[in-house]
């Protein structure tokens, strides 16, 4: 059974940082890139980062958190971060763990060709 398992969010107060994990199990990720994806109430979910392993490691951030989040992972069977510094309110939303296909994922960069999801986890800043 595959199992995409984010952790590490919560209320915190503008300017303060957090770290999202998430645990990727029951699949063989190897070809898979990673991804973060977040959705604030009454919009559309929205790609923060992917990262992917090949020779070398790739990542992409989106240009709304440019600057202020990472993504991170040693390889496909370790875990996956993001780390948000910086927040802002504007970065409230349930945030979402996600794996597909690495070619497809590097190229078209949109949920639709992501395969599995996490259940996501609630980050909320206050100003």
């Known amino acids: 059974q595959v199992q995409l398992v984010e952790s590490g969010g919560g209320l915190v107060q503008a300017g303060d940082s957090l770290r999202l994990a998430c645990v990727a199990s029951?699949?063989?990720?190897?070809?898979?890139?990673m991804a973060w994806f977040r959705q604030a109430p009454g919009k559309n979910r929205e790609l923060v980062a992917i990262i992917r392993w090949t020779t070398s490691r790739s990542t992409y951030i989106a240009d709304s958190v440019k600057g202020r989040f990472t993504i991170s992972g040693d390889n496909y069977k370790s875990p996956v971060y993001l780390q948000m510094n910086s927040l802002k309110p504007d970065d409230t939303a349930v945030y979402y763990c996600?794996?597909?296909?690495?070619?497809?994922?590097?190229?078209?960069?949109?949920?639709?060709?992501?395969?599995?999801w996490g259940q996501g986890t609630q980050v909320t800043v206050s100003s």
């Open positions: 996600a794996a597909g296909p690495m070619g497809a994922v590097w190229q078209i960069r949109e949920e639709r060709v992501f395969d599995f």
């Open positions: 029951g699949h063989a990720f190897n070809n898979y890139a």
